[in-house]
């Protein structure tokens, strides 16, 4: 059973998109009223409240506060809903023995989006017009047709600055058949930070220089923002300027991921890629200068998404995913299995067997030596496990090596 979400756009008159704002105003006031409830009757009585507490408790919320009779039903439930996952998630971080993060109350720019949980039920659209329950039927630009989108089983509107979007959560949606290839090509894949993605045949794919600069842009309107005075028009105006630069660059971030993604996928019958602990490499350093430098550009490089989009169009696609350990691609060679240190700021790969090559490049082959390696060995025997750890070679250097990430 595949699910996918889709995002289109929403054009609404006047009078829907008021109703959108108020609907906003009226489910952020439950979400916290919510979690005020939770905490009182925690500290008065010592009660956990439940989810159907709460979601039972709405007819009686309404007599109280009719304005709440305007919001469709389904949709104040999944404001409890929501505020369920939050508690259940902060607990899950307590006994983790991670940073908690208790569940924060919503301020009137901290809430942008309500659910129709049941969509299923009202779903009705055309080429122009999709009528959302209890609002009507609202004017949507659809990128795919209609007839592809599957069972639609929730709908969530949002909010992006002045731009409205529903996200359509669709259940076994047609999928677009990716071209033949050789069931032999195979490809090794090492993440960047000066471009994106290197592969094993050479190619060096999406310069994040256009990004870098947007990311100036974005820096400079934040900081013209944090000179403006709270609560006057030109701060709110500025706080447009900026919601407006984090958009542009998200947009560019997902195009070009998208597109590499794809690219990659329709090549390449087998790809192999690092299994990165991206939250612990850009942790890594962060007390000095250049830590914090490149736990940024980490960050902003999207290792993590490029690889979720690797991950489920390779699925979709018939593809074969292979995640490889990580450790010290960027310090062995991939001809010998020698290990050759170097740190950060060398980019070229010199090895004692003659080697030459770019140090990317290099990496990228040892990874695609490891997936091929893994693939290779029958499952269920631990062998994959171990040649995977020692870049494929048992026979050659220990596996205690220095942690490489292939930058």
Known sequence: M?????????YPNQTQAATFELWLWRCRELYNACIEHRQQAWKKAGVSVRKLDQQNALPAIKQARPEFYGVYAQCLQDVCLRVDK???????????????????????????????PQFLRGFKA?????????????????????DELGTVKTA????????WYVVLSCQDPVLPEAPPVDEG???GIDLGLMNLV??????VLGDLTPLKRAEGKLRRAQRVLSRRKRGSN???????????QHRHLRRMRRSQLHALSTQVVREHAVICVEDLNIAGLAKAGAATAQGRGLRRNVHHASWGIFTELLTYKA???????????PRGTSQECSRCGAEVHKNLSVRVHRCGCGLVLDRDHNAALTVLHRGLTVLACPPGTGLSDEVNARGGRPEGPSSSREVGVGL
Do not use: C
């Open 2 to 10: 595949v699910r996918r979400s889709y995002k289109f756009r929403l």
């Open 86 to 116: 939050a508690f259940r998630a902060f607990f899950r971080r307590v006994r983790a023995g991670q940073k908690p993060g208790y569940p924060r109350f919503r301020g009137r720019h901290r809430y942008d989006s309500f659910t129709y």
């Open 126 to 146: 055309t080429d122009r017009r999709v009528l959302l329950p209890k609002i009507g039927h609202v004017r949507w630009k659809p990128w795919k047709p209609l």
């Open 156 to 163: 969530t509107v949002k909010r992006e600055g002045a731009e």
């Open 185 to 187: 090509t195979a490809v």
């Open 198 to 203: 290197a592969l094993s045949d050479g190619r």
């Open 234 to 244: 030109r701060r709110a105006r500025q706080r447009a300027v900026v919601g407006k």
């Open 315 to 325: 699925e979709g696609a018939g593809r074969q995913l292979v995640e490889v350990d």
